[in-house]
C-alpha cells in the first residue's frame, strides 16, 4: 500500500497543510467554505485546484489587462484553447503551455508528457491538430546536467510527436545561465475544425451521464500541479515520481477516437484530464456549466490495486479525458472507444447542486461546493515594484565604452559559433516535420507553415521571446516579444491573427519579480493592441526559481514566450530567407534609432542600438544598456508593407532582423541559398552589422540598377518606410567595405557553415 492510500482517514494537520502546498490563511478559507474539517481527500482537491498553475492565484489579476478579443477571434482565454476564424468556415484552434519543472527532473517524459498534454487541449475541442512548436531554454553548455537535459528534452519531443503523428515544425531554442537550475519546456500545438463545429467544456443537462475515457488511472503525476507550483530545492530528483508518463500511440488512438465521435451529435461537453487530472476536468466541466457533478469512484478505471479516491482525483496520468454525453448516446460512444482498444467508463452524472460529490466503496468521500473551487479560488495583488525601482533594483549596467573591435569578420564567425545562434539542425532533425503531407515551411525560416488541408491557404506559426530584454526593461521587453512574432508572421506573406503566451518567471512573491510579470503583462498589452494581436489563450509558469548550495534562490530570466498564428492566403506567394538568385539588390526596411542616410543612394548608418545586444554579451562579456526600443506604429506600417511587397511578387527574399543583427540576419539568408552578399557601411561597422534596432527587415529585390531604386525608394516613402539599400547578392562570401570601398571584411560561406554547424556537433559527440 501506498503513503498515499494509507492516509485515507488521517487527521488533518499543519504539517499535512503545509505539504499541500496551502498556507494557514488558505486553510482557513477551506474551513469557512466547507463550515467543517476537510478530509485527505477533499483537502488535496482544494490543494490542486487552489495550486498556482490551476488557479492563477498570482497572475490572473494581471492577465485580465491583456487584448483578448476581435473580429477574427471565435474563442478567447477560459477554454482549453483559443479559436480563430481563417476564414471560409474553419477555425484555427491552438494554445501553449509549460512543462517546465517536469522536465528538469525527468527530462524526456517531462517533455514528451508536454507535448502530449498540449495536443489533448486542441483536439478536445475539435480540431485535427496540424502542427507542434516549442520554445526551450536550457542553462550554459558547461554546465555538467545540461547535456543531458538537452538531449531528454528534444528526444522527448521527437518521440512523443513523431509517434503521434503530428509535425514538429519550429521553435526556439536558447541558452543562458539563468536557467542552468530551472529549464524552460513550453509546447504549442495548432489544429484546424470546422468554426460550427468547434466543442466546449460547460456540462449542462441534470442526469447526464459523465464519462470517462482513454487510458487507465495510476499513480503517475499525483501532486503534479503542485510541484509546478513551487521552488525548486537540492533534493529536486526526490519529485521523480510526479512527473507523468505518456504513451503517443495511445493518444494517437484517443485523437480519432474523440474525432470520431465528435462527428456525432452525442457530446454536450468535453474536457481533457491535464494537471490536476480528474479534479480539474471535473470541476472546470461544472464550474462552466453552472451545474453540480457527482462521481462514482469505483467506476474509474484504473491500472494499480486498491486505489484511494485521493489518488484517483489526483493522478495526472496521460491520454484521458472527460465527457458529458446526451442520454442514450452511451452505448454508441462505448462501441468507438472499443474499436480504437480504449477505456470507455460512464462514472458520474450532472446535478443541479453546485457541488463536487464523489462516492468509494459504498460511502462518500468528498462533498465540496464548487464555488470556492474555481471561481472563488484566492486572488492575490502581490506587491510589486514600480517600474522605476525594479530598473534601480536589477541595476542594469550603463552601455558605457563600446568594447573596440576593428574584425569584423573574426567577430561574425565567434558569433555564429556560439550557442546563442549556432544552427539547430541537430535539433529539428530529430522532429518529423513532414508527416500530413502539409508542411510548407519547417524549421529555419522566420515561421513555419503549413498548409490548411485541401486548400491553398497556408497557416503561419512562431514562437518568439528575447528574455535579456525582459531583464532589463520589463515593458519593453514585452513589446518586443509580441512584436517580434509579428514580424516573424509578416516575413513569410502572413497577416498576424492572435498569439498564445506561456508566462515563465520566478517566484511571484517576491516584488521584483512580481514587477517583471507586470511589466511585461503591460507592454504585451500595448503591442496586441497596436498590432491587432489578441492573446487567445495560455498559460502561467512561476517559481521557476531554484535554492541551490549556495543557500540563495536563482531565479530564471523573464520568459513571456509567445507563439504566434497569421494566415497566408495563398501559398503560391509565401516568402521564403534564403537569396534567390545573384546581383539583386539587398535593402533594410525600418526607422533605426540614428537614421544619416545619403539621399541619392540611401546608405546610411543601420543601427545605433547595441544595449542588450548578443554582441554586446559575446565580446563585451556584459548584458548592458537599456533594449532597443519598439515602435509599435512604425512595426505595423513596415510589417504592412512588407506583406504587400510579397504579396505582388517585388521581393525575392526577406527576413527579419533580430538577434545579432544585419550582419547575423544576412549569414543566415546567404547560409539558406549558398549565395554570398557585398555590403557597404557608412557610418560605424561594428554598429551597423550588430546593432539590434527593432522593426527592421532585410529583403531583396530582383534588381540592382539606379532607376528601379529610385522607384521603389520612392514607394517605400510613400508608405512611411525608410528604405536602405546597403548592397547586393553575390560570390560565396560576405563581405563588407566602408563609404570609400575600402575592404573591411571577406567571411567565406564555408567558413561561417563551419561555425554554425560546429556548436552542436561537437558538443554532442563529446
Known sequence: MTQTSSRTAEKITPEIVAEHGLNEEEYQRILNALGREPNITELGIFSVM??????YKSSRLHLKKLPTTGPQVICGPGENAGVIDIGDGQAAIFKMESHNHPSYIEPYQGAATGVGGILRDVFTM??????????????????????????????????????????????????????????????????????????????????????????????????????ASAEFDDDSDEKRPTVQVGDPFTEKLLIEACLELMASDAIVAIQDMGAAGLTSSSVEMATNGEVGIILDMDKVPCRETEMTAYEMMLSESQERMLMVLKPGREEMAEAIFTKWELDFAVIGEVTDTRRMVLTHKGETVCDIPLGPLADDAPLYDRPHLTQEEYKAHVATKPLGDIPESTDIGADLLKMMASPALASRRWIWEQYDSQVGADTAQ??????????????????????????????????????????????????????????????????????????????????????????????????VSLYNETTGADGVSHAILPTPAIGAVGLIDDLDKMMTLGFKGVDHAIVVLGTTSLEKLDVDSGLGELGQELGQSLWLRQFGEVEAGSPPAVNLEQERIVGDFVRKLINEGEVSAVHDISDGG????????????????????????????????????????????????????????????????????????????????TPVADIPLSDLR?????FFRDWMED
Open 754 to 758: 563551419e561555425a554554425s554547424d560546429s
Open 442 to 539: 519547417r524549421s529555419g525560416g522566420d515561421a513555419a507553415v503549413v498548409r490548411v488541408h485541401g486548400t491553398n491557404k497556408g497557416l503561419a506559426i512562431t514562437t518568439d521571446c528575447t528574455p535579456r530584454y525582459c531583464k532589463a526593461d520589463p515593458v519593453e521587453g514585452g513589446k518586443q516579444a509580441i512584436a517580434e512574432a509579428y514580424r516573424n508572421l509578416c516575413a513569410v506573406g502572413a497577416k498576424p491573427l492572435a498569439t498564445t503566451d506561456c508566462m515563465n518567471f520566478g517566484n511571484p512573491e517576491k516584488p521584483h519579480i512580481m514587477a517583471q510579470f507586470v511589466g511585461c503583462i503591460e507592454g504585451m498589452a500595448e503591442a496586441c493592441e497596436a498590432l491587432d494581436m489578441p492573446i487567445v489563450s495560455g498559460n
Open 126 to 227: 475539435g480540431a485535427r491538430p496540424v502542427a507542434n512548436l516549442n520554445a526551450l531554454r536550457f542553462g550554459r553548455p558547461e554546465h555538467p546536467k545540461m547535456k543531458h537535459l538537452v538531449k531528454g528534452v528534444v528526444a522527448g519531443i521527437g518521440g512523443y510527436g513523431n509517434c503521434v503523428g503530428v509535425p514538429t515544425v519550429g521553435g526556439e531554442t536558447n541558452f543562458h545561465e539563468a536557467y542552468d537550475g530551472n529549464i524552460i519546456v513550453n509546447a504549442m500545438t495548432v489544429g484546424v475544425a470546422d468554426a460550427d463545429k468547434i466543442f466546449y467544456s460547460a456540462a449542462s443537462g441534470v442526469g447526464n451521464p459523465i464519462v470517462y475515457v482513454g487510458s487507465k488511472t495510476g499513480r503517475d503525476g499525483i501532486h503534479g500541479a503542485t510541484m
Open 662 to 741: 544585419v550582419a547575423v540576419s544576412l549569414t543566415e539568408m546567404a547560409l539558406a541559398s549558398g549565395i554570398g552578399a557585398s555590403v557597404l557601411s557608412m557610418g560605424n561597422i561594428i554598429k551597423d552589422a550588430f546593432s539590434e534596432d527593432q522593426g527592421r527587415y532585410i529583403v531583396t529585390l530582383p534588381w540592382s540598377d539606379r532607376e528601379s531604386w529610385a522607384e521603389f525608394k520612392k514607394a517605400a516613402e510613400s508608405a512611411g518606410v525608410t528604405a536602405s539599400w546597403i548592397g547586393g547578392t553575390q560570390g560565396d562570401s560576405i563581405s563588407w567595405t566602408d563609404g570609400e570601398d
Open 50 to 55: 487552489w495550486s498556482e498553475h490551476c488557479s
